[in-house]
Every structure is written in C-alpha cells, then in structure tokens.
C-alpha cells in the first residue's frame, strides 16, 4: 500500500508537471483526489491493515493528499500567471511607432494682421463693429454724401441685388449704421470685406478688405487723426516709421486727405518699390463732412469727428513683401504655410 500511495504522488506530480491548461488541472484533481479518484479508492483499503499499519499508511496518505494539493495550487497558479501575461503581450501597444502626423492649421496673412490692427485699436479705447457686405444704396452711397448721380459713384462700380440692394464697395457704410443706432463719444473701427467690379490683376480683386475708423465726440481735430494714424504705423511698422498728409477728396469727409507712410525699404529716399516717391499711399481720411454727421441725427455744431479707411491687403502686402495680390486668394499651402 505504501508503493501504491508513493506511485500515485509521483504520477499525479509528473501529469501534473505536463499539465499547461487551468481546466486540464480540475480533471486531475478529481482523478486523484475525488470521490472516486485514486487516493480514495486506496484509503477505502485501510480497513484490511493491521492496527500498527494504520496509523502509519493514514499518516502517508494524508502527506500524498496534502502534497498533491499543495503541487495544484502551484500549479494552479503558475498557469494563472502565464495567462495574464499572455493576456498583457498581446494588448499592449508599442509607444515607439511613429505617430499618425497631424497638420496644424495656422491663421491667414489677412487675419494675423487683421488682429494686430484690431489689438492696436482696441489698446487705444476702439469698439469693433460689424456690418452687412449685403447693403442698401442708401448706406453705402447715398448717406455718405454721394447721391444717385455722383461721378465718385463711378470709380466704385459694384454688384447690384436690386436698385436699393448692392454688395458694399466700401466699409465706410458701416458708419451710417453705428451713428444712427450710437450717440457720441463714438470710437469703433470695422473690419470686413468689400466688393467692387474690376478685373482681377496684381493689384486689383473683386473682392478685398477694408479697416474703416470712425470717431465722433466734441472737439475732434485734425490732430487726433493725425495722432492716432501715426501710432498705428508705428505699432504696425516700428518707431521710425513716419506718415505724410496729402489732400484729398472724399465726398463724405471735408478736409479730406490721403496718407503715405514712409517707404521701409528706402527709408524715404525713394527707390523702385515705392518709385522714387519715398512715400507709399495707404489709406484715406479726413474730418467727417457736417452733412453726414446731420444726416445720422448728430448736431455738426456740438461735434466733430475724423474717419479713415485702409485697405488690409495693402498693408498685409507691404508688411510681407508680396507683390502679388492672388496670392492671397488661392489658398496654395506652399504660400500660406511661410506665415
Ligand atoms: N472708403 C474709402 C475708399 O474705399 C476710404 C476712406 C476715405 C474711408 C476717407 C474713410 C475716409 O472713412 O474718411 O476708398
């Protein structure tokens, strides 16, 4: 009986050994250790041993059950071991591939400076307003003082919806709309786009961009245009940047006046870029005209106001070296991504 019980724990440890699955090892514990398994079947024989043998063979048969227990729960665990393992290999994910590239998009030359001019403005106290590119003649034409037959009118050619409707040729128009709608002290600049019917070339596209400014309160001069379209050229191109005034006319501003900034790449001595004037015409100005002022519902007695309008593209144009408007237009990445 002692070699039978010393033959079933080294065969029970040998398939044990070999055993590589969780549900492989239940079978092989029912086989030696179940009701009806190989050890059972032994002890069941103990009634026929003598009373010295007893005790001795009960002691073994409780070492061999107590071993092959103890070698499945090893093993039980080992194989658990194993699988979780198994399990993380093939889950995990290898952080040294390279990465799908994800391209970043970045802001157009017109609006980098679009938002440095509103920055500039809106550092000097300027509201931002917004206005319809979709108008009423009356808007852009009429309450700016250029009344249906005007010759101005020509040299702004436009879109026309209808004979009242027409796509803006100038964010002047938004002027109208903010001082019928806001008393004085106004200070607002609008930003936006403009459409006029010309072909399209280097310097010319039906649709461009406009930065209108409007200021209206009690004892606007001269000087504060002046002042204010200075420091914006100083901001926007370095302290050493000078402006020039020359007169004008603009049917909805009396004086009126168009304003040269100095040529950056001569420093005003004048060369082909700015040929041989020193001097690069910007944008136009002038003291609001009395009858635009009356005509939104403000007393031109009680107060004054200085307006201007710049052109973006020009600006953007001058800032980048690029002498070619379309290229703003054609949204080529090979152009855009050098911003
Ligand atoms: N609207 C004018 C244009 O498109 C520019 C302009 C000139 C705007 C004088 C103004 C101004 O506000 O006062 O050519």
Known sequence: MKQ????????????LSSCSEIKALEALRIKYLGKKGELTAILKQMGGLTAEERPVIGQLANKVRADIEEALAEKLSSLKANQQQAKIAAESIDITLPGKHCGLGKLHPLSIVENEVKDIFMG?????AD????????????????????????????????DKVLLRTQTSSVQVHVMETQKPPIRIISPGRVYRSDAVDATHSPLFHQIEGLVVD???????????????????????????LRPHHFPFTEPSCEVDVMCFNCGG??????????????????????????????????YSGFAFGL????????RYGISDMRLLYENDLRFLNQF
């Open 218 to 244: 009690k004892g606007i001069k001269m000087s504060d245009l002046k002042g204010t379209l200075e420091m914006l050229m100083k901001k926007l191109y370095g302290n050493d940047c000078k402006i020039r």
């Open 269 to 302: 001595k004048g060369c082909s870029m700015c040929k041989g004037e020193g001097y690069i015409e910007l944008l136009g100005a002038g003291m609001v005209h009395p009858k635009v002022l009356e005509g939104c519902g403000i007393d031109s007695t009680v």
């Open 311 to 318: 052109g973006l593209e020009r600006i953007v144009m001058r």
């Open 4 to 15: 039978q019980l010393e033959k079933i724990e080294a065969s029970a440890k040998e398939e």
């Open 131 to 162: 206005g319809p590119e979709v108008d009423y003649d009356y808007y852009v034409f009429e309450a700016l003082n250029l009344p249906p037959d005007h010759p101005a009118r020509d040299t702004q050619d436009t879109f026309y919806i209808s």
């Open 124 to 128: 000097m106290g300027f509201d931002i």
